[in-house]
């Protein structure tokens, strides 16, 4: 059940900040709690490189005007840095008395599980209200089938995925590529499909040495000349990709094997129009949970609607691989 414990009025004074790692679509996110705020006459302000800013007071008002031109744009225009100081009392302590010289009694955290732990902290320390918005390209968060930038990272794969096959297939090569997902494999499952891939690692599903072998032997005799196997950064097969790499070669010398990390790009660019629409009624649902009395809830998607989760309950839980997606990739790989 969404908790409900407290009421704004329209007097109030609205704090918003991104946390954690960036993900496209954080600033069309932002754009909307700003307007959604104008729109009900509450004044915003934005809290500049998250939680360490708001120690820092590092704190301006936003108006409709402060986010134009943004809603298409990659990255957070607000920063974000990890504040090993708001770990300590003493470092929130700071926080919520620089909340309180701009009297600020409410707040909307646009980050990961990791920033949702902080924001439940601080308001069950100082009361004062929170509600969080999922944004991480993972999609790893429990309690929405979509967080903010999660579309946008799968078309980023894909279109790299496109390109590497390219080479691939002229060079009749077996490309690993690492995307990210260290505790869940939705990206590498979804863009492993979405691509083609000839197999798909996720630490969801342990496919062990010996399957991956026998099953790049039978894509070998089945005439394929050329393989594309996605791994998420957090598989268990191997310690690390270029160790897997070295494994297969040494194992299957026929196939001249070559690794493609994708990183941090995975985050950047601009979001695809998917993440902007859900950011924006992110941000709208956001400010109307914490005027509707809200609190210590995060807003998620279900069946294209949207919907409240207590935050505890998003930390706490696990996101789920679709075994649907599994079963599909299996049969693909023919």
Do not use: W
Request: with cysteine; hydrophobic share 40%.
């Amino acid at each position: 059940m969404a908790t409900k414990n407290t009421s704004l009025t329209l007097f109030h004074k609205i704090g918003v900040l991104t946390s954690g790692g960036d993900a496209p679509g954080m600033n069309a996110a932002l754009r909307s709690v700003v307007r959604s705020c104008a729109y009900y006459k509450t004044p915003c302000f934005g809290i500049r490189r998250g939680y360490q800013g708001m120690i820092e007071n590092d704190i301006k008002p936003l108006g409709p005007r402060s986010v134009n031109n943004i809603i298409n744009k990659g990255g957070t225009i607000l920063k974000s840095a990890r504040s090993n100081e708001f770990r300590t009392k003493e470092g929130r302590q700071k926080a919520y008395e620089n909340l309180q010289k701009n009297g600020i009694d409410a707040l909307i955290i646009i980050g990961g599980d990791g920033s949702f732990t902080g924001g439940l902290i601080f308001q069950q320390e100082f009361d004062v209200p929170v509600i969080g918005i999922p944004g991480t390209i993972d999609n790893d968060i429990y309690g929405t089938s979509h967080t903010i930038g999660y579309d946008t990272a799968l078309n980023t794969v894909v279109g790299a995925v496109d390109k590497i096959r390219d080479t691939a297939i002229s060079h009749n090569r077996l490309f690993f590529v690492e995307v990210m997902g260290r505790d869940a494999g939705h990206i590498a499952l979804n863009t492993g499909i979405g691509a083609g891939a000839e197999e798909i690692l996720i630490p969801e599903e342990d496919m062990g040495l010996d399957r991956l072998l026998d099953s790049l032997k039978r894509s070998k005799k089945s005439g394929k000349l050329s393989s594309i196997v996605m791994v998420a950064e957090g598989d268990k097969i191997g310690k690390n990709v270029f160790e897997l790499a070295e494994y297969i070669e040494e194992n299957l010398p026929y196939y001249e094997v070559r690794v493609s990390v994708l990183g941090h790009m995975q985050r950047g660019g601009a979001p695809t129009c998917f993440d902007r629409v859900l950011a924006s009624r992110m941000g709208l649902k956001a400010v109307e949970a914490l005027r509707d009395g809200f609190s210590k809830n995060m807003i998620g998607i279900a069946d294209g609607k949207m919907i409240l989760t207590p935050l505890e309950k998003a930390i706490k839980g696990k996101s789920k691989i679709d075994m649907e997606l599994v079963r599909l990739s299996e049969i693909m790989r023919l």
